[in-house]
């Protein structure tokens, strides 16, 4: 199993930036798929940008043209570049890390989220 830190989360009005970033650490051989999610208030859990190991990259509509997804797989950590952000936008965001530990174990973890403000 990985752990996972979450950092960048804020309050910003709108129109403007955050960087998310998740650093994952522990017993990990390799990680396969990284991914950013959020829920917000009365609503289900999302998926808001995805990248393989390869570096392919999905993102939710909603946000295309807006966010960034990026990895460093050196340090195994995520990122999630968030631009000309909207009061929809507001959030718990969190990670989400797949990938096999280093006794062959397939692992599924998730980070404790992180709080995205955006004011009016």
């Known amino acids: 199993q990985a752990q996972l830190v979450e950092s960048g989360g804020g309050l910003v009005q709108a129109g403007g930036s955050l960087r998310l970033s998740c650093a994952a650490s522990?017993?990990?051989?390799?990680?396969?798929?990284m991914g950013w999610y959020r829920q917000a208030p009365g609503n289900e859990r999302e998926l808001v940008a995805a990248i393989t190991s390869g570096g392919s990259t999905n993102y939710a509509d909603s946000v295309k043209g807006r966010f960034i997804i990026s990895r460093d797989n050196a340090k195994n950590t995520v990122y999630l570049q968030m631009n000309s952000l909207k009061p929809e936008d507001t959030a718990v965001y969190y990670c989400?890390?797949?990938?096999?530990?280093?006794?062959?174990?397939?692992?599924?973890?998730w980070g404790q989220g992180t709080q995205v403000t955006v004011s009016s």
């Open positions: 989400n890390v797949q990938g096999v530990a280093t006794m062959g174990k397939f692992f599924h973890s």
């Open positions: 522990g017993s990990i051989f390799i990680i396969n798929r």
